[in-house]
C-alpha cells in the first residue's frame, strides 16, 4: 500500500504563525531578487538596443568610416560570438562562474532601479 500524506489532512503538524511569517518574507525577498534580475538585463538591453543607445552609436560611428569597414567589423563580431559561445559552453556554469553572472545582473538591477528613483528614466 502506497502512503499518500495528503489524504488525511488532519495528521499533518501545523505551522504557527510565525512560521508563515517567515515564509513570506523570504517569498518577498527572492521577488526582490528576481525583480532586481529582470531589471538589470532588461536595463542593459534598453540601453544597448534603443534608438541613440550603445549599438546604433557604434555602428554610426564604424560606417562613417567607411562600409566596408562595417562590414568586416560585422563578419569579425560573429566569429568572436562563435568563438566565445563555443568557449563559454565548455565552461561550468555550477559554482563561482555561473554565480558571477547572476551578481553582475543583481549589481546591474541596483544600479538601474537607483537610476530610476533619483533621475525618474533608466
Known amino acids: 500500500m502506497m502512503l499518500d500524506p495528503l489524504s488525511d489532512l488532519t495528521t499533518r503538524p501545523g ?18 531578487l528576481f525583480s532586481l534580475l529582470v531589471l538589470g538585463f532588461g536595463g542593459l538591453l534598453y540601453k ?18 567607411h562600409p566596408t569597414a562595417a562590414i568586416v567589423t560585422l563578419l569579425a563580431t560573429l566569429a568572436g560570438a562563435t568563438w566565445g559561445t ?9 559554482g563561482k562562474r555561473g554565480d558571477m553572472l547572476v551578481y553582475c545582473c543583481l549589481a546591474l538591477g541596483l544600479f538601474f532601479a537607483f537610476k530610476l528613483v533619483v533621475t525618474g528614466s533608466v
Not at 86 to 93: E, V
Open 15 to 32: 505551522r504557527s504563525l510565525l512560521q508563515i511569517l517567515q515564509e513570506g518574507v523570504q517569498t518577498l525577498f527572492h521577488l526582490l
Open 48 to 65: 544597448a538596443l534603443r534608438s541613440e543607445g550603445w549599438v546604433e552609436s557604434v555602428l554610426a560611428r564604424i560606417w562613417d568610416q
Open 86 to 94: 563555443r568557449l563559454f559552453g565548455r565552461l561550468p556554469l555550477y
